[in-house]
């Protein structure tokens, strides 16, 4: 039996390394290997970071290639440190631009490179900032600029023509108007033999034209007889349309005419009521009006939108994070399996915090053993005594984890479900994240199962740790059940882990395989 048992852990032991090289092998094929080139760390300073904030993108022609790492405050402004891939050329003579995407506002950093630089930028040299970044406030001010300037130009039309001085203007204007109207038919009056002299020159113009039509009599009869046959042309046309007109489709022809009939009433109904909005705008009533007329009401709208741009940015930020882990446990425990699966699901709205969701398939899972014995008796009435071995586990195998995460820099706590038991974890993070340390408390009091090896105390505490070796690809190895059993179990296995990028570039490349 214990052959037997060795046997299927070599063969879940192979099938999980051949599983993750495969894999690897894939992430490596897309992604390139990440320790070929190591990152670039620049700075910069601005006066105002805009919604710039850790783990903020750093762009380059569109394309991200870095991320802001952390933010000091200065006297005056702020700096801001970020890294760039270490395969992307930064020139000498380059500049930062904060650009925006969308309403949203979801701010990035954009390297805007100096083609003409022979020369690189040197490792952790500042990149100014050469331009401001234009946001929602600062199109509203130009809306609220604008409308001030129809104001004044309404008030000054207003003092222009408004008044006894403008009542005079206004006469003056047609009293011009009628001086010109007279000397007009001045004009006319003068012209009086040149206007004949046209006359006669159009008549002259008549006559050659009755001598042309004379001399192309036979012509003129072929053209007046295409005429009258497109005119039978237009009477069958017309007898076609009768016909149509008549009838079943005359009711139906009725029916669209009084449709048309009354959309051309609804059409007026709105024209008039849109007057009577466009009427209330211009003398500054309702909403509308009092936004056109007042700046207060724009400033009010300005904070409106900032507020809901401020509640809907985190949603605008969902990173979500596929992660699987693959454990292998000694084979001196008394479980029922030794190898370990989980898979788990990060969303990030903020990068201080996510939500994880996910299922374990834990080898926590003993074998309940239980002996009867029964007794018979065969034909000659001696007793046949019989011993039946059953074994059952005591727990079910698929468990779920459901966590609140929150990080204070290189500190996290988590609480929820552990393995479908309430619990608790800390995290650090060392080295950019390469490196991740966890201790676990869940499955809190003795475990109270029918199981022949029991464990107690307090809770069950499970520590490990996660090495990256790439961006994707990590190994782990740890203890469970500290404290809980004579012994600690001790575990290793590896994981992956892709983000939303990382998939979506997997789906392009599958794409563009077909």
Do not use: W
């Amino acid at each position: 039996m214990f052959e037997r048992t060795v046997t299927t852990e070599l063969k879940v032991g192979l099938f999980t390394l051949c599983a993750l090289a495969a894999l690897g092998g894939i992430v490596v094929t897309l992604e390139g290997n990440p320790f070929a080139t190591r990152a670039q760390k620049f700075h910069t300073l601005l006066q105002n970071v805009g919604g710039v904030g850790a783990r903020t993108q750093v762009r380059t022609s569109g394309v991200q290639v870095g991320e802001v790492e952390s933010i000091d405050i200065l006297e005056k402004g702020a700096k801001v440190n970020f890294r760039v891939n270490g395969s992307v050329r930064i020139p000498k003579g380059s500049y930062i631009e904060l650009r925006s995407r969308g309403i949203l506002g979801d701010v990035y950093l954009e390297i805007v490179r100096n083609e003409d630089s022979k020369d690189n930028a040197e490792n952790g040299s500042q990149i100014p900032q050469m331009k401001e970044f234009n946001d929602m406030g600062t199109l509203m001010s130009s809306l609220g600029s604008i409308a001030q300037d129809l104001q004044t130009v309404s008030r000054t039309l207003a003092k222009v023509f408004g008044g006894g001085d403008g009542q005079s203007t206004l006469q003056s204007i047609v009293t011009n108007v009628e001086k010109i109207t007279e000397e007009a038919r001045g004009i006319i009056a003068g012209q009086k033999e040149n206007i004949a002299a046209t006359l006669n020159a159009l008549r002259e113009s008549v006559n050659r034209v009755n001598s042309l039509m004379g001399r192309h009599d036979g012509r003129i009869d072929d053209i007046m007889l295409a005429v009258a046959d497109a005119s039978k042309d237009m009477k069958l046309f017309s007898a076609e349309l009768r016909k149509i007109m008549t009838g079943e489709n005359k009711d139906r022809i009725e029916n669209i005419v009084a449709a048309l009939d009354d959309s051309m009433k609804n059409v007026r109904q709105a024209t008039s009521k849109v007057q009577l909005i466009v009427d209330k705008v211009e003398k500054g009533e309702g909403t509308l009006g009092q936004l056109v007329a007042k700046d207060d009401a724009a400033v009010e709208l300005r904070n409106t939108l900032k507020s809901v741009q401020e509640i809907l940015k985190p949603a605008a930020k969902l990173k979500v994070e596929v992660d699987y882990k693959g454990e292998l446990r000694n084979g001196n425990t008394r479980y029922v399996d030794t190898a370990g699966n989980h898979f788990n699901l990060r969303l990030a709205t903020r990068p201080d915090r996510y939500y994880l969701l996910g299922v374990s398939d834990s080898p926590q899972s003993r074998r309940i053993t239980e002996e009867r014995t029964t007794v018979t008796k065969d034909a000659s009435g001696a007793d046949i005594t019989r011993q039946e071995v059953t074994s059952s586990e005591d727990r079910p195998r698929i468990k779920y984890n459901v966590q609140f995460a929150k990080r204070f820099d290189n500190l996290g706590v988590r609480f929820g479900l552990f393995e479908s038991y309430a619990g608790v974890a800390g995290d650090l993070y060392l080295f950019s994240d390469r490196l991740s340390t966890s201790v676990e408390v869940f499955q809190i009091g003795e475990d109270q199962t029918q199981a022949d090896y029991k464990s107690k105390g307090l809770a069950r505490v499970k520590g490990y740790a996660n090495v990256f070796v790439t961006p994707n690809v990590y190994i782990t190895g740890g203890a469970d059940n500290i404290g809980r059993t004579p012994k600690p179990i001790a575990f290793f296995g590896a994981g992956l882990r892709f983000t939303d990028d990382d998939l979506k570039a997997v789906i392009g490349a599958a794409a563009l395989a077909k």
